[in-house]
C-alpha cells in the first residue's frame, strides 16, 4: 500500500475492466514518471470524451453525432440488424468488412447475479426499430458465456411471434486450434454447429 493520493490514483486504476493490481501500479508510476503536459493531456481528454461523447439515438452506438457513421450512412440496409452487447463489438464485426446492415447495442447483457435484468438493457428500443417491419433477419451476436446465452435465450422468445429469421454467430474452434485444447463447450458447440462438406 502507497500513501495518499498515489494509492488513490492506483484504486482507480484498478476500477478500469482489465486491470488488476500489478496493472493499476505500473500504469499509476508511468503517469508519475510522465511530463506534466502529458499528464495534463491525459485528463483533458478524459474530461472531454465524459462531457461531449454521447450515443446514437437509433442503434445505441458510441457517437459524436445524434446519429453514428453506420446509422447516418444510405448504403447500410435496414433488411438486418445486428444485435451486439457493447459498442466495441461493433468495431470488431465492421474489421471484416462483411456485414453490410445496421446495429443494435443493448448495452450490456442479463445477469440475475450481477442485477441486470432484461429492462436494464435496450430491448424496447430494440422493438421500437422492428416496428418498422423493414427488418426481415435479426443477427444475435452476443458473448458466448452464460449471460450472453441467457440474453440470447430471452431475445429468441421475445422475436418468436415477429416474422423474422432469427440467427446465431456461428461458435467453436478456431482455424489453427488443436482439439485437444479445446474446452467442452467448445467442442460441444462446434458439434452443433457442423454444416456439409
Known amino acids: 500500500m502507497y500513501e495518499g493520493i498515489v494509492q488513490d490514483l492506483i484504486d482507480e486504476l484498478g476500477k478500469l475492466p482489465g486491470i488488476g493490481p500489478k496493472s493499476a501500479q505500473r500504469i499509476a508510476f508511468h503517469l508519475l514518471d510522465a511530463e506534466e503536459e502529458s499528464a495534463r493531456r491525459l485528463a483533458e481528454v478524459l474530461m472531454k470524451v465524459k462531457e461531449t461523447a454521447r450515443f ?14 453506420i446509422c447516418a450512412d444510405p448504403r447500410r440496409t435496414d433488411e438486418v440488424i445486428c444485435v451486439v452487447e457493447e459498442s466495441k463489438d461493433i468495431v470488431a464485426i465492421e474489421r471484416i468488412r462483411e456485414f453490410k446492415g445496421r446495429y443494435h447495442v443493448l448495452g450490456g447483457a442479463i445477469d440475475p447475479i450481477g442485477g441486470v435484468g432484461p429492462n436494464d438493457l435496450r430491448i424496447s428500443e430494440l422493438m421500437r426499430r422492428l416496428a418498422s417491419n ?3 433477419e435479426i443477427i444475435l451476436a452476443l458473448d458466448p458465456n452464460i449471460e450472453g ?49
Do not use: K
Not at 56 to 69: F, I, K
Open 149 to 197: 446465452e441467457a440474453t440470447s435465450a430471452y431475445l429468441s422468445r421475445m422475436l418468436a411471434p415477429m416474422e423474422l429469421t432469427v440467427t446465431r454467430l456461428a461458435s467453436g474452434l478456431p482455424v489453427g486450434g488443436d482439439l485437444d485444447y479445446a474446452d467442452e463447450m467448445t467442442l460441444g458447440r462446434a458439434f452443433l454447429g457442423r454444416r456439409a462438406v
Open 56 to 69: 446514437c439515438e437509433v442503434c445505441g452506438n458510441v457517437s459524436a453525432e445524434d446519429l453514428c457513421r
Open 134 to 136: 423493414e427488418t426481415q
